[in-house]
C-alpha cells in the first residue's frame, strides 16, 4: 500500500507523455485550482517530509494542495467517494480494487508512485533458517496485505499454501505441516507483537514506528517481477475525474520532482522502487484484479 505500505502498500511503474500534453494547460488549471480552492489529497503518513516539499513544488505550479492526513488505511477511500477528498496516495492496485468490489465503488487510478517490497521481520531470530518449527508468524489481517504476506512466508519455506497460493490466499490457506504457524493481526499491530512471535509480516508504514529499519528484514518479495504490478501504489480518483487536467498535472509533479521521490526514498529507507505506468495500464490491472475478486467471492 501507499506511502511506504503497506500501506500497500504494500500493493513497482511511462505517463510522462500523457502528462506533457496536459502540461501545456499549466497556468489555466492553476487558475482552476486557485478558483475552487486547494486539491485535498488523502493519505496515511502526512508526517513524512516529503508532503511538504510535494506541496511547495505544486504551489510553485499554481496549484493549491491540502494533505489530509488518515490513521487507518480503511478511512481515505470512502472519505474520496464521499467527496470530502478531490483524490487519495496511499494504497496499491489490489488495496482499490477489494475497496471497489466490496463497496461498489468505481475509483480509478490515475497515475502510480512506486512499489515498496513487504519484508518479514524478527527481533528473536537473524536469519529465517533460524525460525523454529511450530512458532507463530503473524501476517497482515487486511485481504490484499495477507495473501501477499503468506506469499512472502511460502517463498521462504516456511509455509506451503493451497493450490500454491495467490493474490487472494488468506491464512486458511496454509497448508497442515507448514513449518510455522500463521496467524493474521490488523497491520498496525504485526510490528508490535514481535516480542511475542517469531516473525512478522509488517508493512511498509510501520517498520520505522517499530524501532526498525528496513535493513532489518529477514526476507521480502521481488518488486520487479511482473506479477508485482498489482502492488503498484497509486494516485486514485473518481472515476468522473480520471481526466481531470489538474490532478493529472499534481501526479506529473509527483513523479517528476526530484526532491519529492528523493523524499520519498528517503522516508522508505530506499525500499522503493520508483515507477512511471501508463494511467490505462493501471486501470487495466484495476479491472483484472476486480474481475478475479468477483469470480474467487
Known amino acids: 500500500m501507499t506511502k511506504r505500505l503497506a500501506s500497500v502498500a504494500a500493493l513497482a511503474l511511462p505517463l510522462a507523455l500523457l502528462l506533457g500534453a496536459c502540461a501545456s494547460t499549466g497556468d489555466d488549471t492553476a487558475g482552476d485550482a486557485a478558483q475552487e480552492g486547494p486539491v485535498r489529497i488523502g493519505v496515511v503518513g502526512a508526517g513524512d517530509p516529503y508532503w511538504e516539499t510535494y506541496t511547495e513544488a505544486a504551489a510553485d505550479e499554481g496549484i493549491e494542495v491540502d494533505i489530509v492526513d488518515f490513521t487507518e488505511y480503511t478511512q481515505p477511500n470512502p472519505a474520496l467517494s464521499a467527496g470530502e477528498l478531490d483524490l487519495n496516495?496511499?494504497?496499491?492496485?489490489?488495496?482499490?480494487?477489494?475497496?471497489?468490489?466490496?463497496?461498489?465503488?468505481?475509483l480509478v487510478p490515475i497515475g502510480s508512485t512506486a512499489t515498496y517490497?513487504?519484508?518479514?521481520?524478527?527481533?528473536?531470530y537473524d536469519s529465517v533458517d533460524d525460525i523454529p518449527a511450530g512458532s507463530t508468524v503473524v501476517v497482515p489481517d487486511d485481504e490484499s496485505n495477507q495473501a501477499r504476506g503468506l506469499l512472502v512466508l511460502q517463498a521462504q519455506g516456511l509455509i506451503e499454501l493451497k493450490d500454491g497460493g495467490s493474490v487472494f490466499s488468506t491464512v486458511a490457506?496454509?497448508?497442515?505441516?507448514?513449518?510455522?504457524?500463521?496467524?493474521?493481526?490488523?497491520?498496525?499491530?504485526?510490528?508490535?507483537?514481535?516480542?511475542d512471535v517469531a516473525g512478522a509480516v509488517i508493512n511498509n508504514d510501520f517498520v520505522e514506528d517499530a524501532g526498525l529499519s528496513f535493513e532489518d528484514a529477514l526476507a521480502t518479495d521481488d518488486p520487479s517481477d511482473p506479477s508485482a504490478q498489482p502492488y503498484i501504489n497509486i494516485f486514485a480518483a473518481k472515476a468522473e475525474d480520471a481526466d481531470n487536467p489538474t490532478y493529472l498535472k499534481l501526479v506529473q509533479i509527483f513523479q517528476d520532482t526530484q526532491a519529492v521521490t528523493d523524499g520519498l526514498q528517503e522516508a522508505s529507507g530506499n525500499s522503493a522502487v520508483l515507477v512511471k505506468t501508463p494511467a490505462d495500464e493501471l486501470v487495466s490491472a484495476l479491472k483484472d484484479v476486480e474481475d478475479d475478486i468477483r469470480a474467487n467471492q
Open 89 to 106: 496516495q496511499f494504497q496499491h492496485i489490489i488495496y482499490l480494487a477489494t475497496y471497489n468490489v466490496n463497496a461498489d465503488d468505481d
Open 117 to 124: 517490497p513487504l519484508g518479514l521481520y524478527s527481533t528473536q
Open 173 to 195: 490457506d496454509v497448508e497442515p505441516g507448514s513449518k510455522v504457524t500463521v496467524e493474521a493481526l490488523d497491520a498496525a499491530l504485526t510490528a508490535t507483537s514481535l516480542p
